[in-house]
């Protein structure tokens, strides 16, 4: 099982977002079950189940992990192939956003269109390296920090755009034979912080609340 996978079929985006397929869904990614394990937690039949089970198998989203007797019956086991999934922009082709239409680095919406071509360009990469049995050599950097000011947080930008903008004029080899582009990304924004949760263990993670906003 894929820790996460991106989806880019817009058919197979409609299925993972219907609310029942999306329970079966993590209900597999915790592990294997069969149509009637499955009917008995989420209070469904067991022809309903494998109904939408099949839905989910035709478009890649569930597998077979194995087959079991029982009785006179064999019963399939199924699992979800990933942990988690993201649905890419591709899954909405005519209408995903275009960060190239308008640059705004203060833009809140401009970061959410970066994000999404973030989001769509990785899941290409992976389908590709996947095709190709190739590996797929990224980075990523991921941390908090807590600004006392506005006016601390403007200089850490600008600190951090000089010293980014120093490293891409150090590192950048526009004429070198067999070189190969990459692409830079490097966001800040407010933390989104997660509400604790209450109530039964089966609630899954916490709900997140907005950040709050200043004006500065």
Do not use: C
């Not at 985006?13 to 937690?41: C, F, K, N, Q, T």
């Not at 022809?47 to 099949?54: A, C, M, R, T």
């Not at 190969?180 to 933390?191: E, F």
């Not at 989104?192 to 609340?209: C, D, F, Q």
């Amino acid at each position: 099982m894929l820790d996460v996978t991106v989806i880019e079929d817009p058919e197979a985006a409609a299925v993972s977002l219907d609310p029942i397929r999306a329970g079966l869904l993590a209900e597999l990614a915790a592990g294997p079950a069969s149509a009637a394990m499955l009917a008995g937690r989420v209070g469904l039949p067991r022809q309903k189940v494998n109904y939408h089970l099949k839905a989910l198998e035709r478009h890649g989203l569930v597998e077979l992990a194995g087959e079991r007797r029982k009785g006179n019956v064999t019963e399939r086991l199924m699992r979800a192939t990933a942990a988690s999934y993201v649905i890419s922009p591709l899954a909405l082709a005519s209408v995903q956003p275009d960060p190239d239409r308008f640059r705004d680095q203060m833009s809140a919406r401009w970061l959410l269109a970066l994000g999404a071509r973030l989001v769509r360009d990785v899941g290409s990469l992976i389908t590709g390296a996947a095709k190709a049995r190739k590996g797929l050599a990224t980075y990523a950097l991921d941390g908090e920090v807590r600004f006392a000011s506005a006016a601390d947080r403007a200089a850490f930008i600008q600190e951090l755009t000089a010293g980014v903008s120093g490293l891409i004029r150090k590192y950048d080899a526009p004429d070198a034979e067999g070189g190969r582009d990459h692409r830079i990304v490097v966001a800040v924004h407010p933390t989104v912080k997660a509400e604790p949760e209450t109530g039964s263990r089966n609630r899954g993670p916490g709900r997140t609340r907005a950040p709050e906003l200043d004006s500065q």
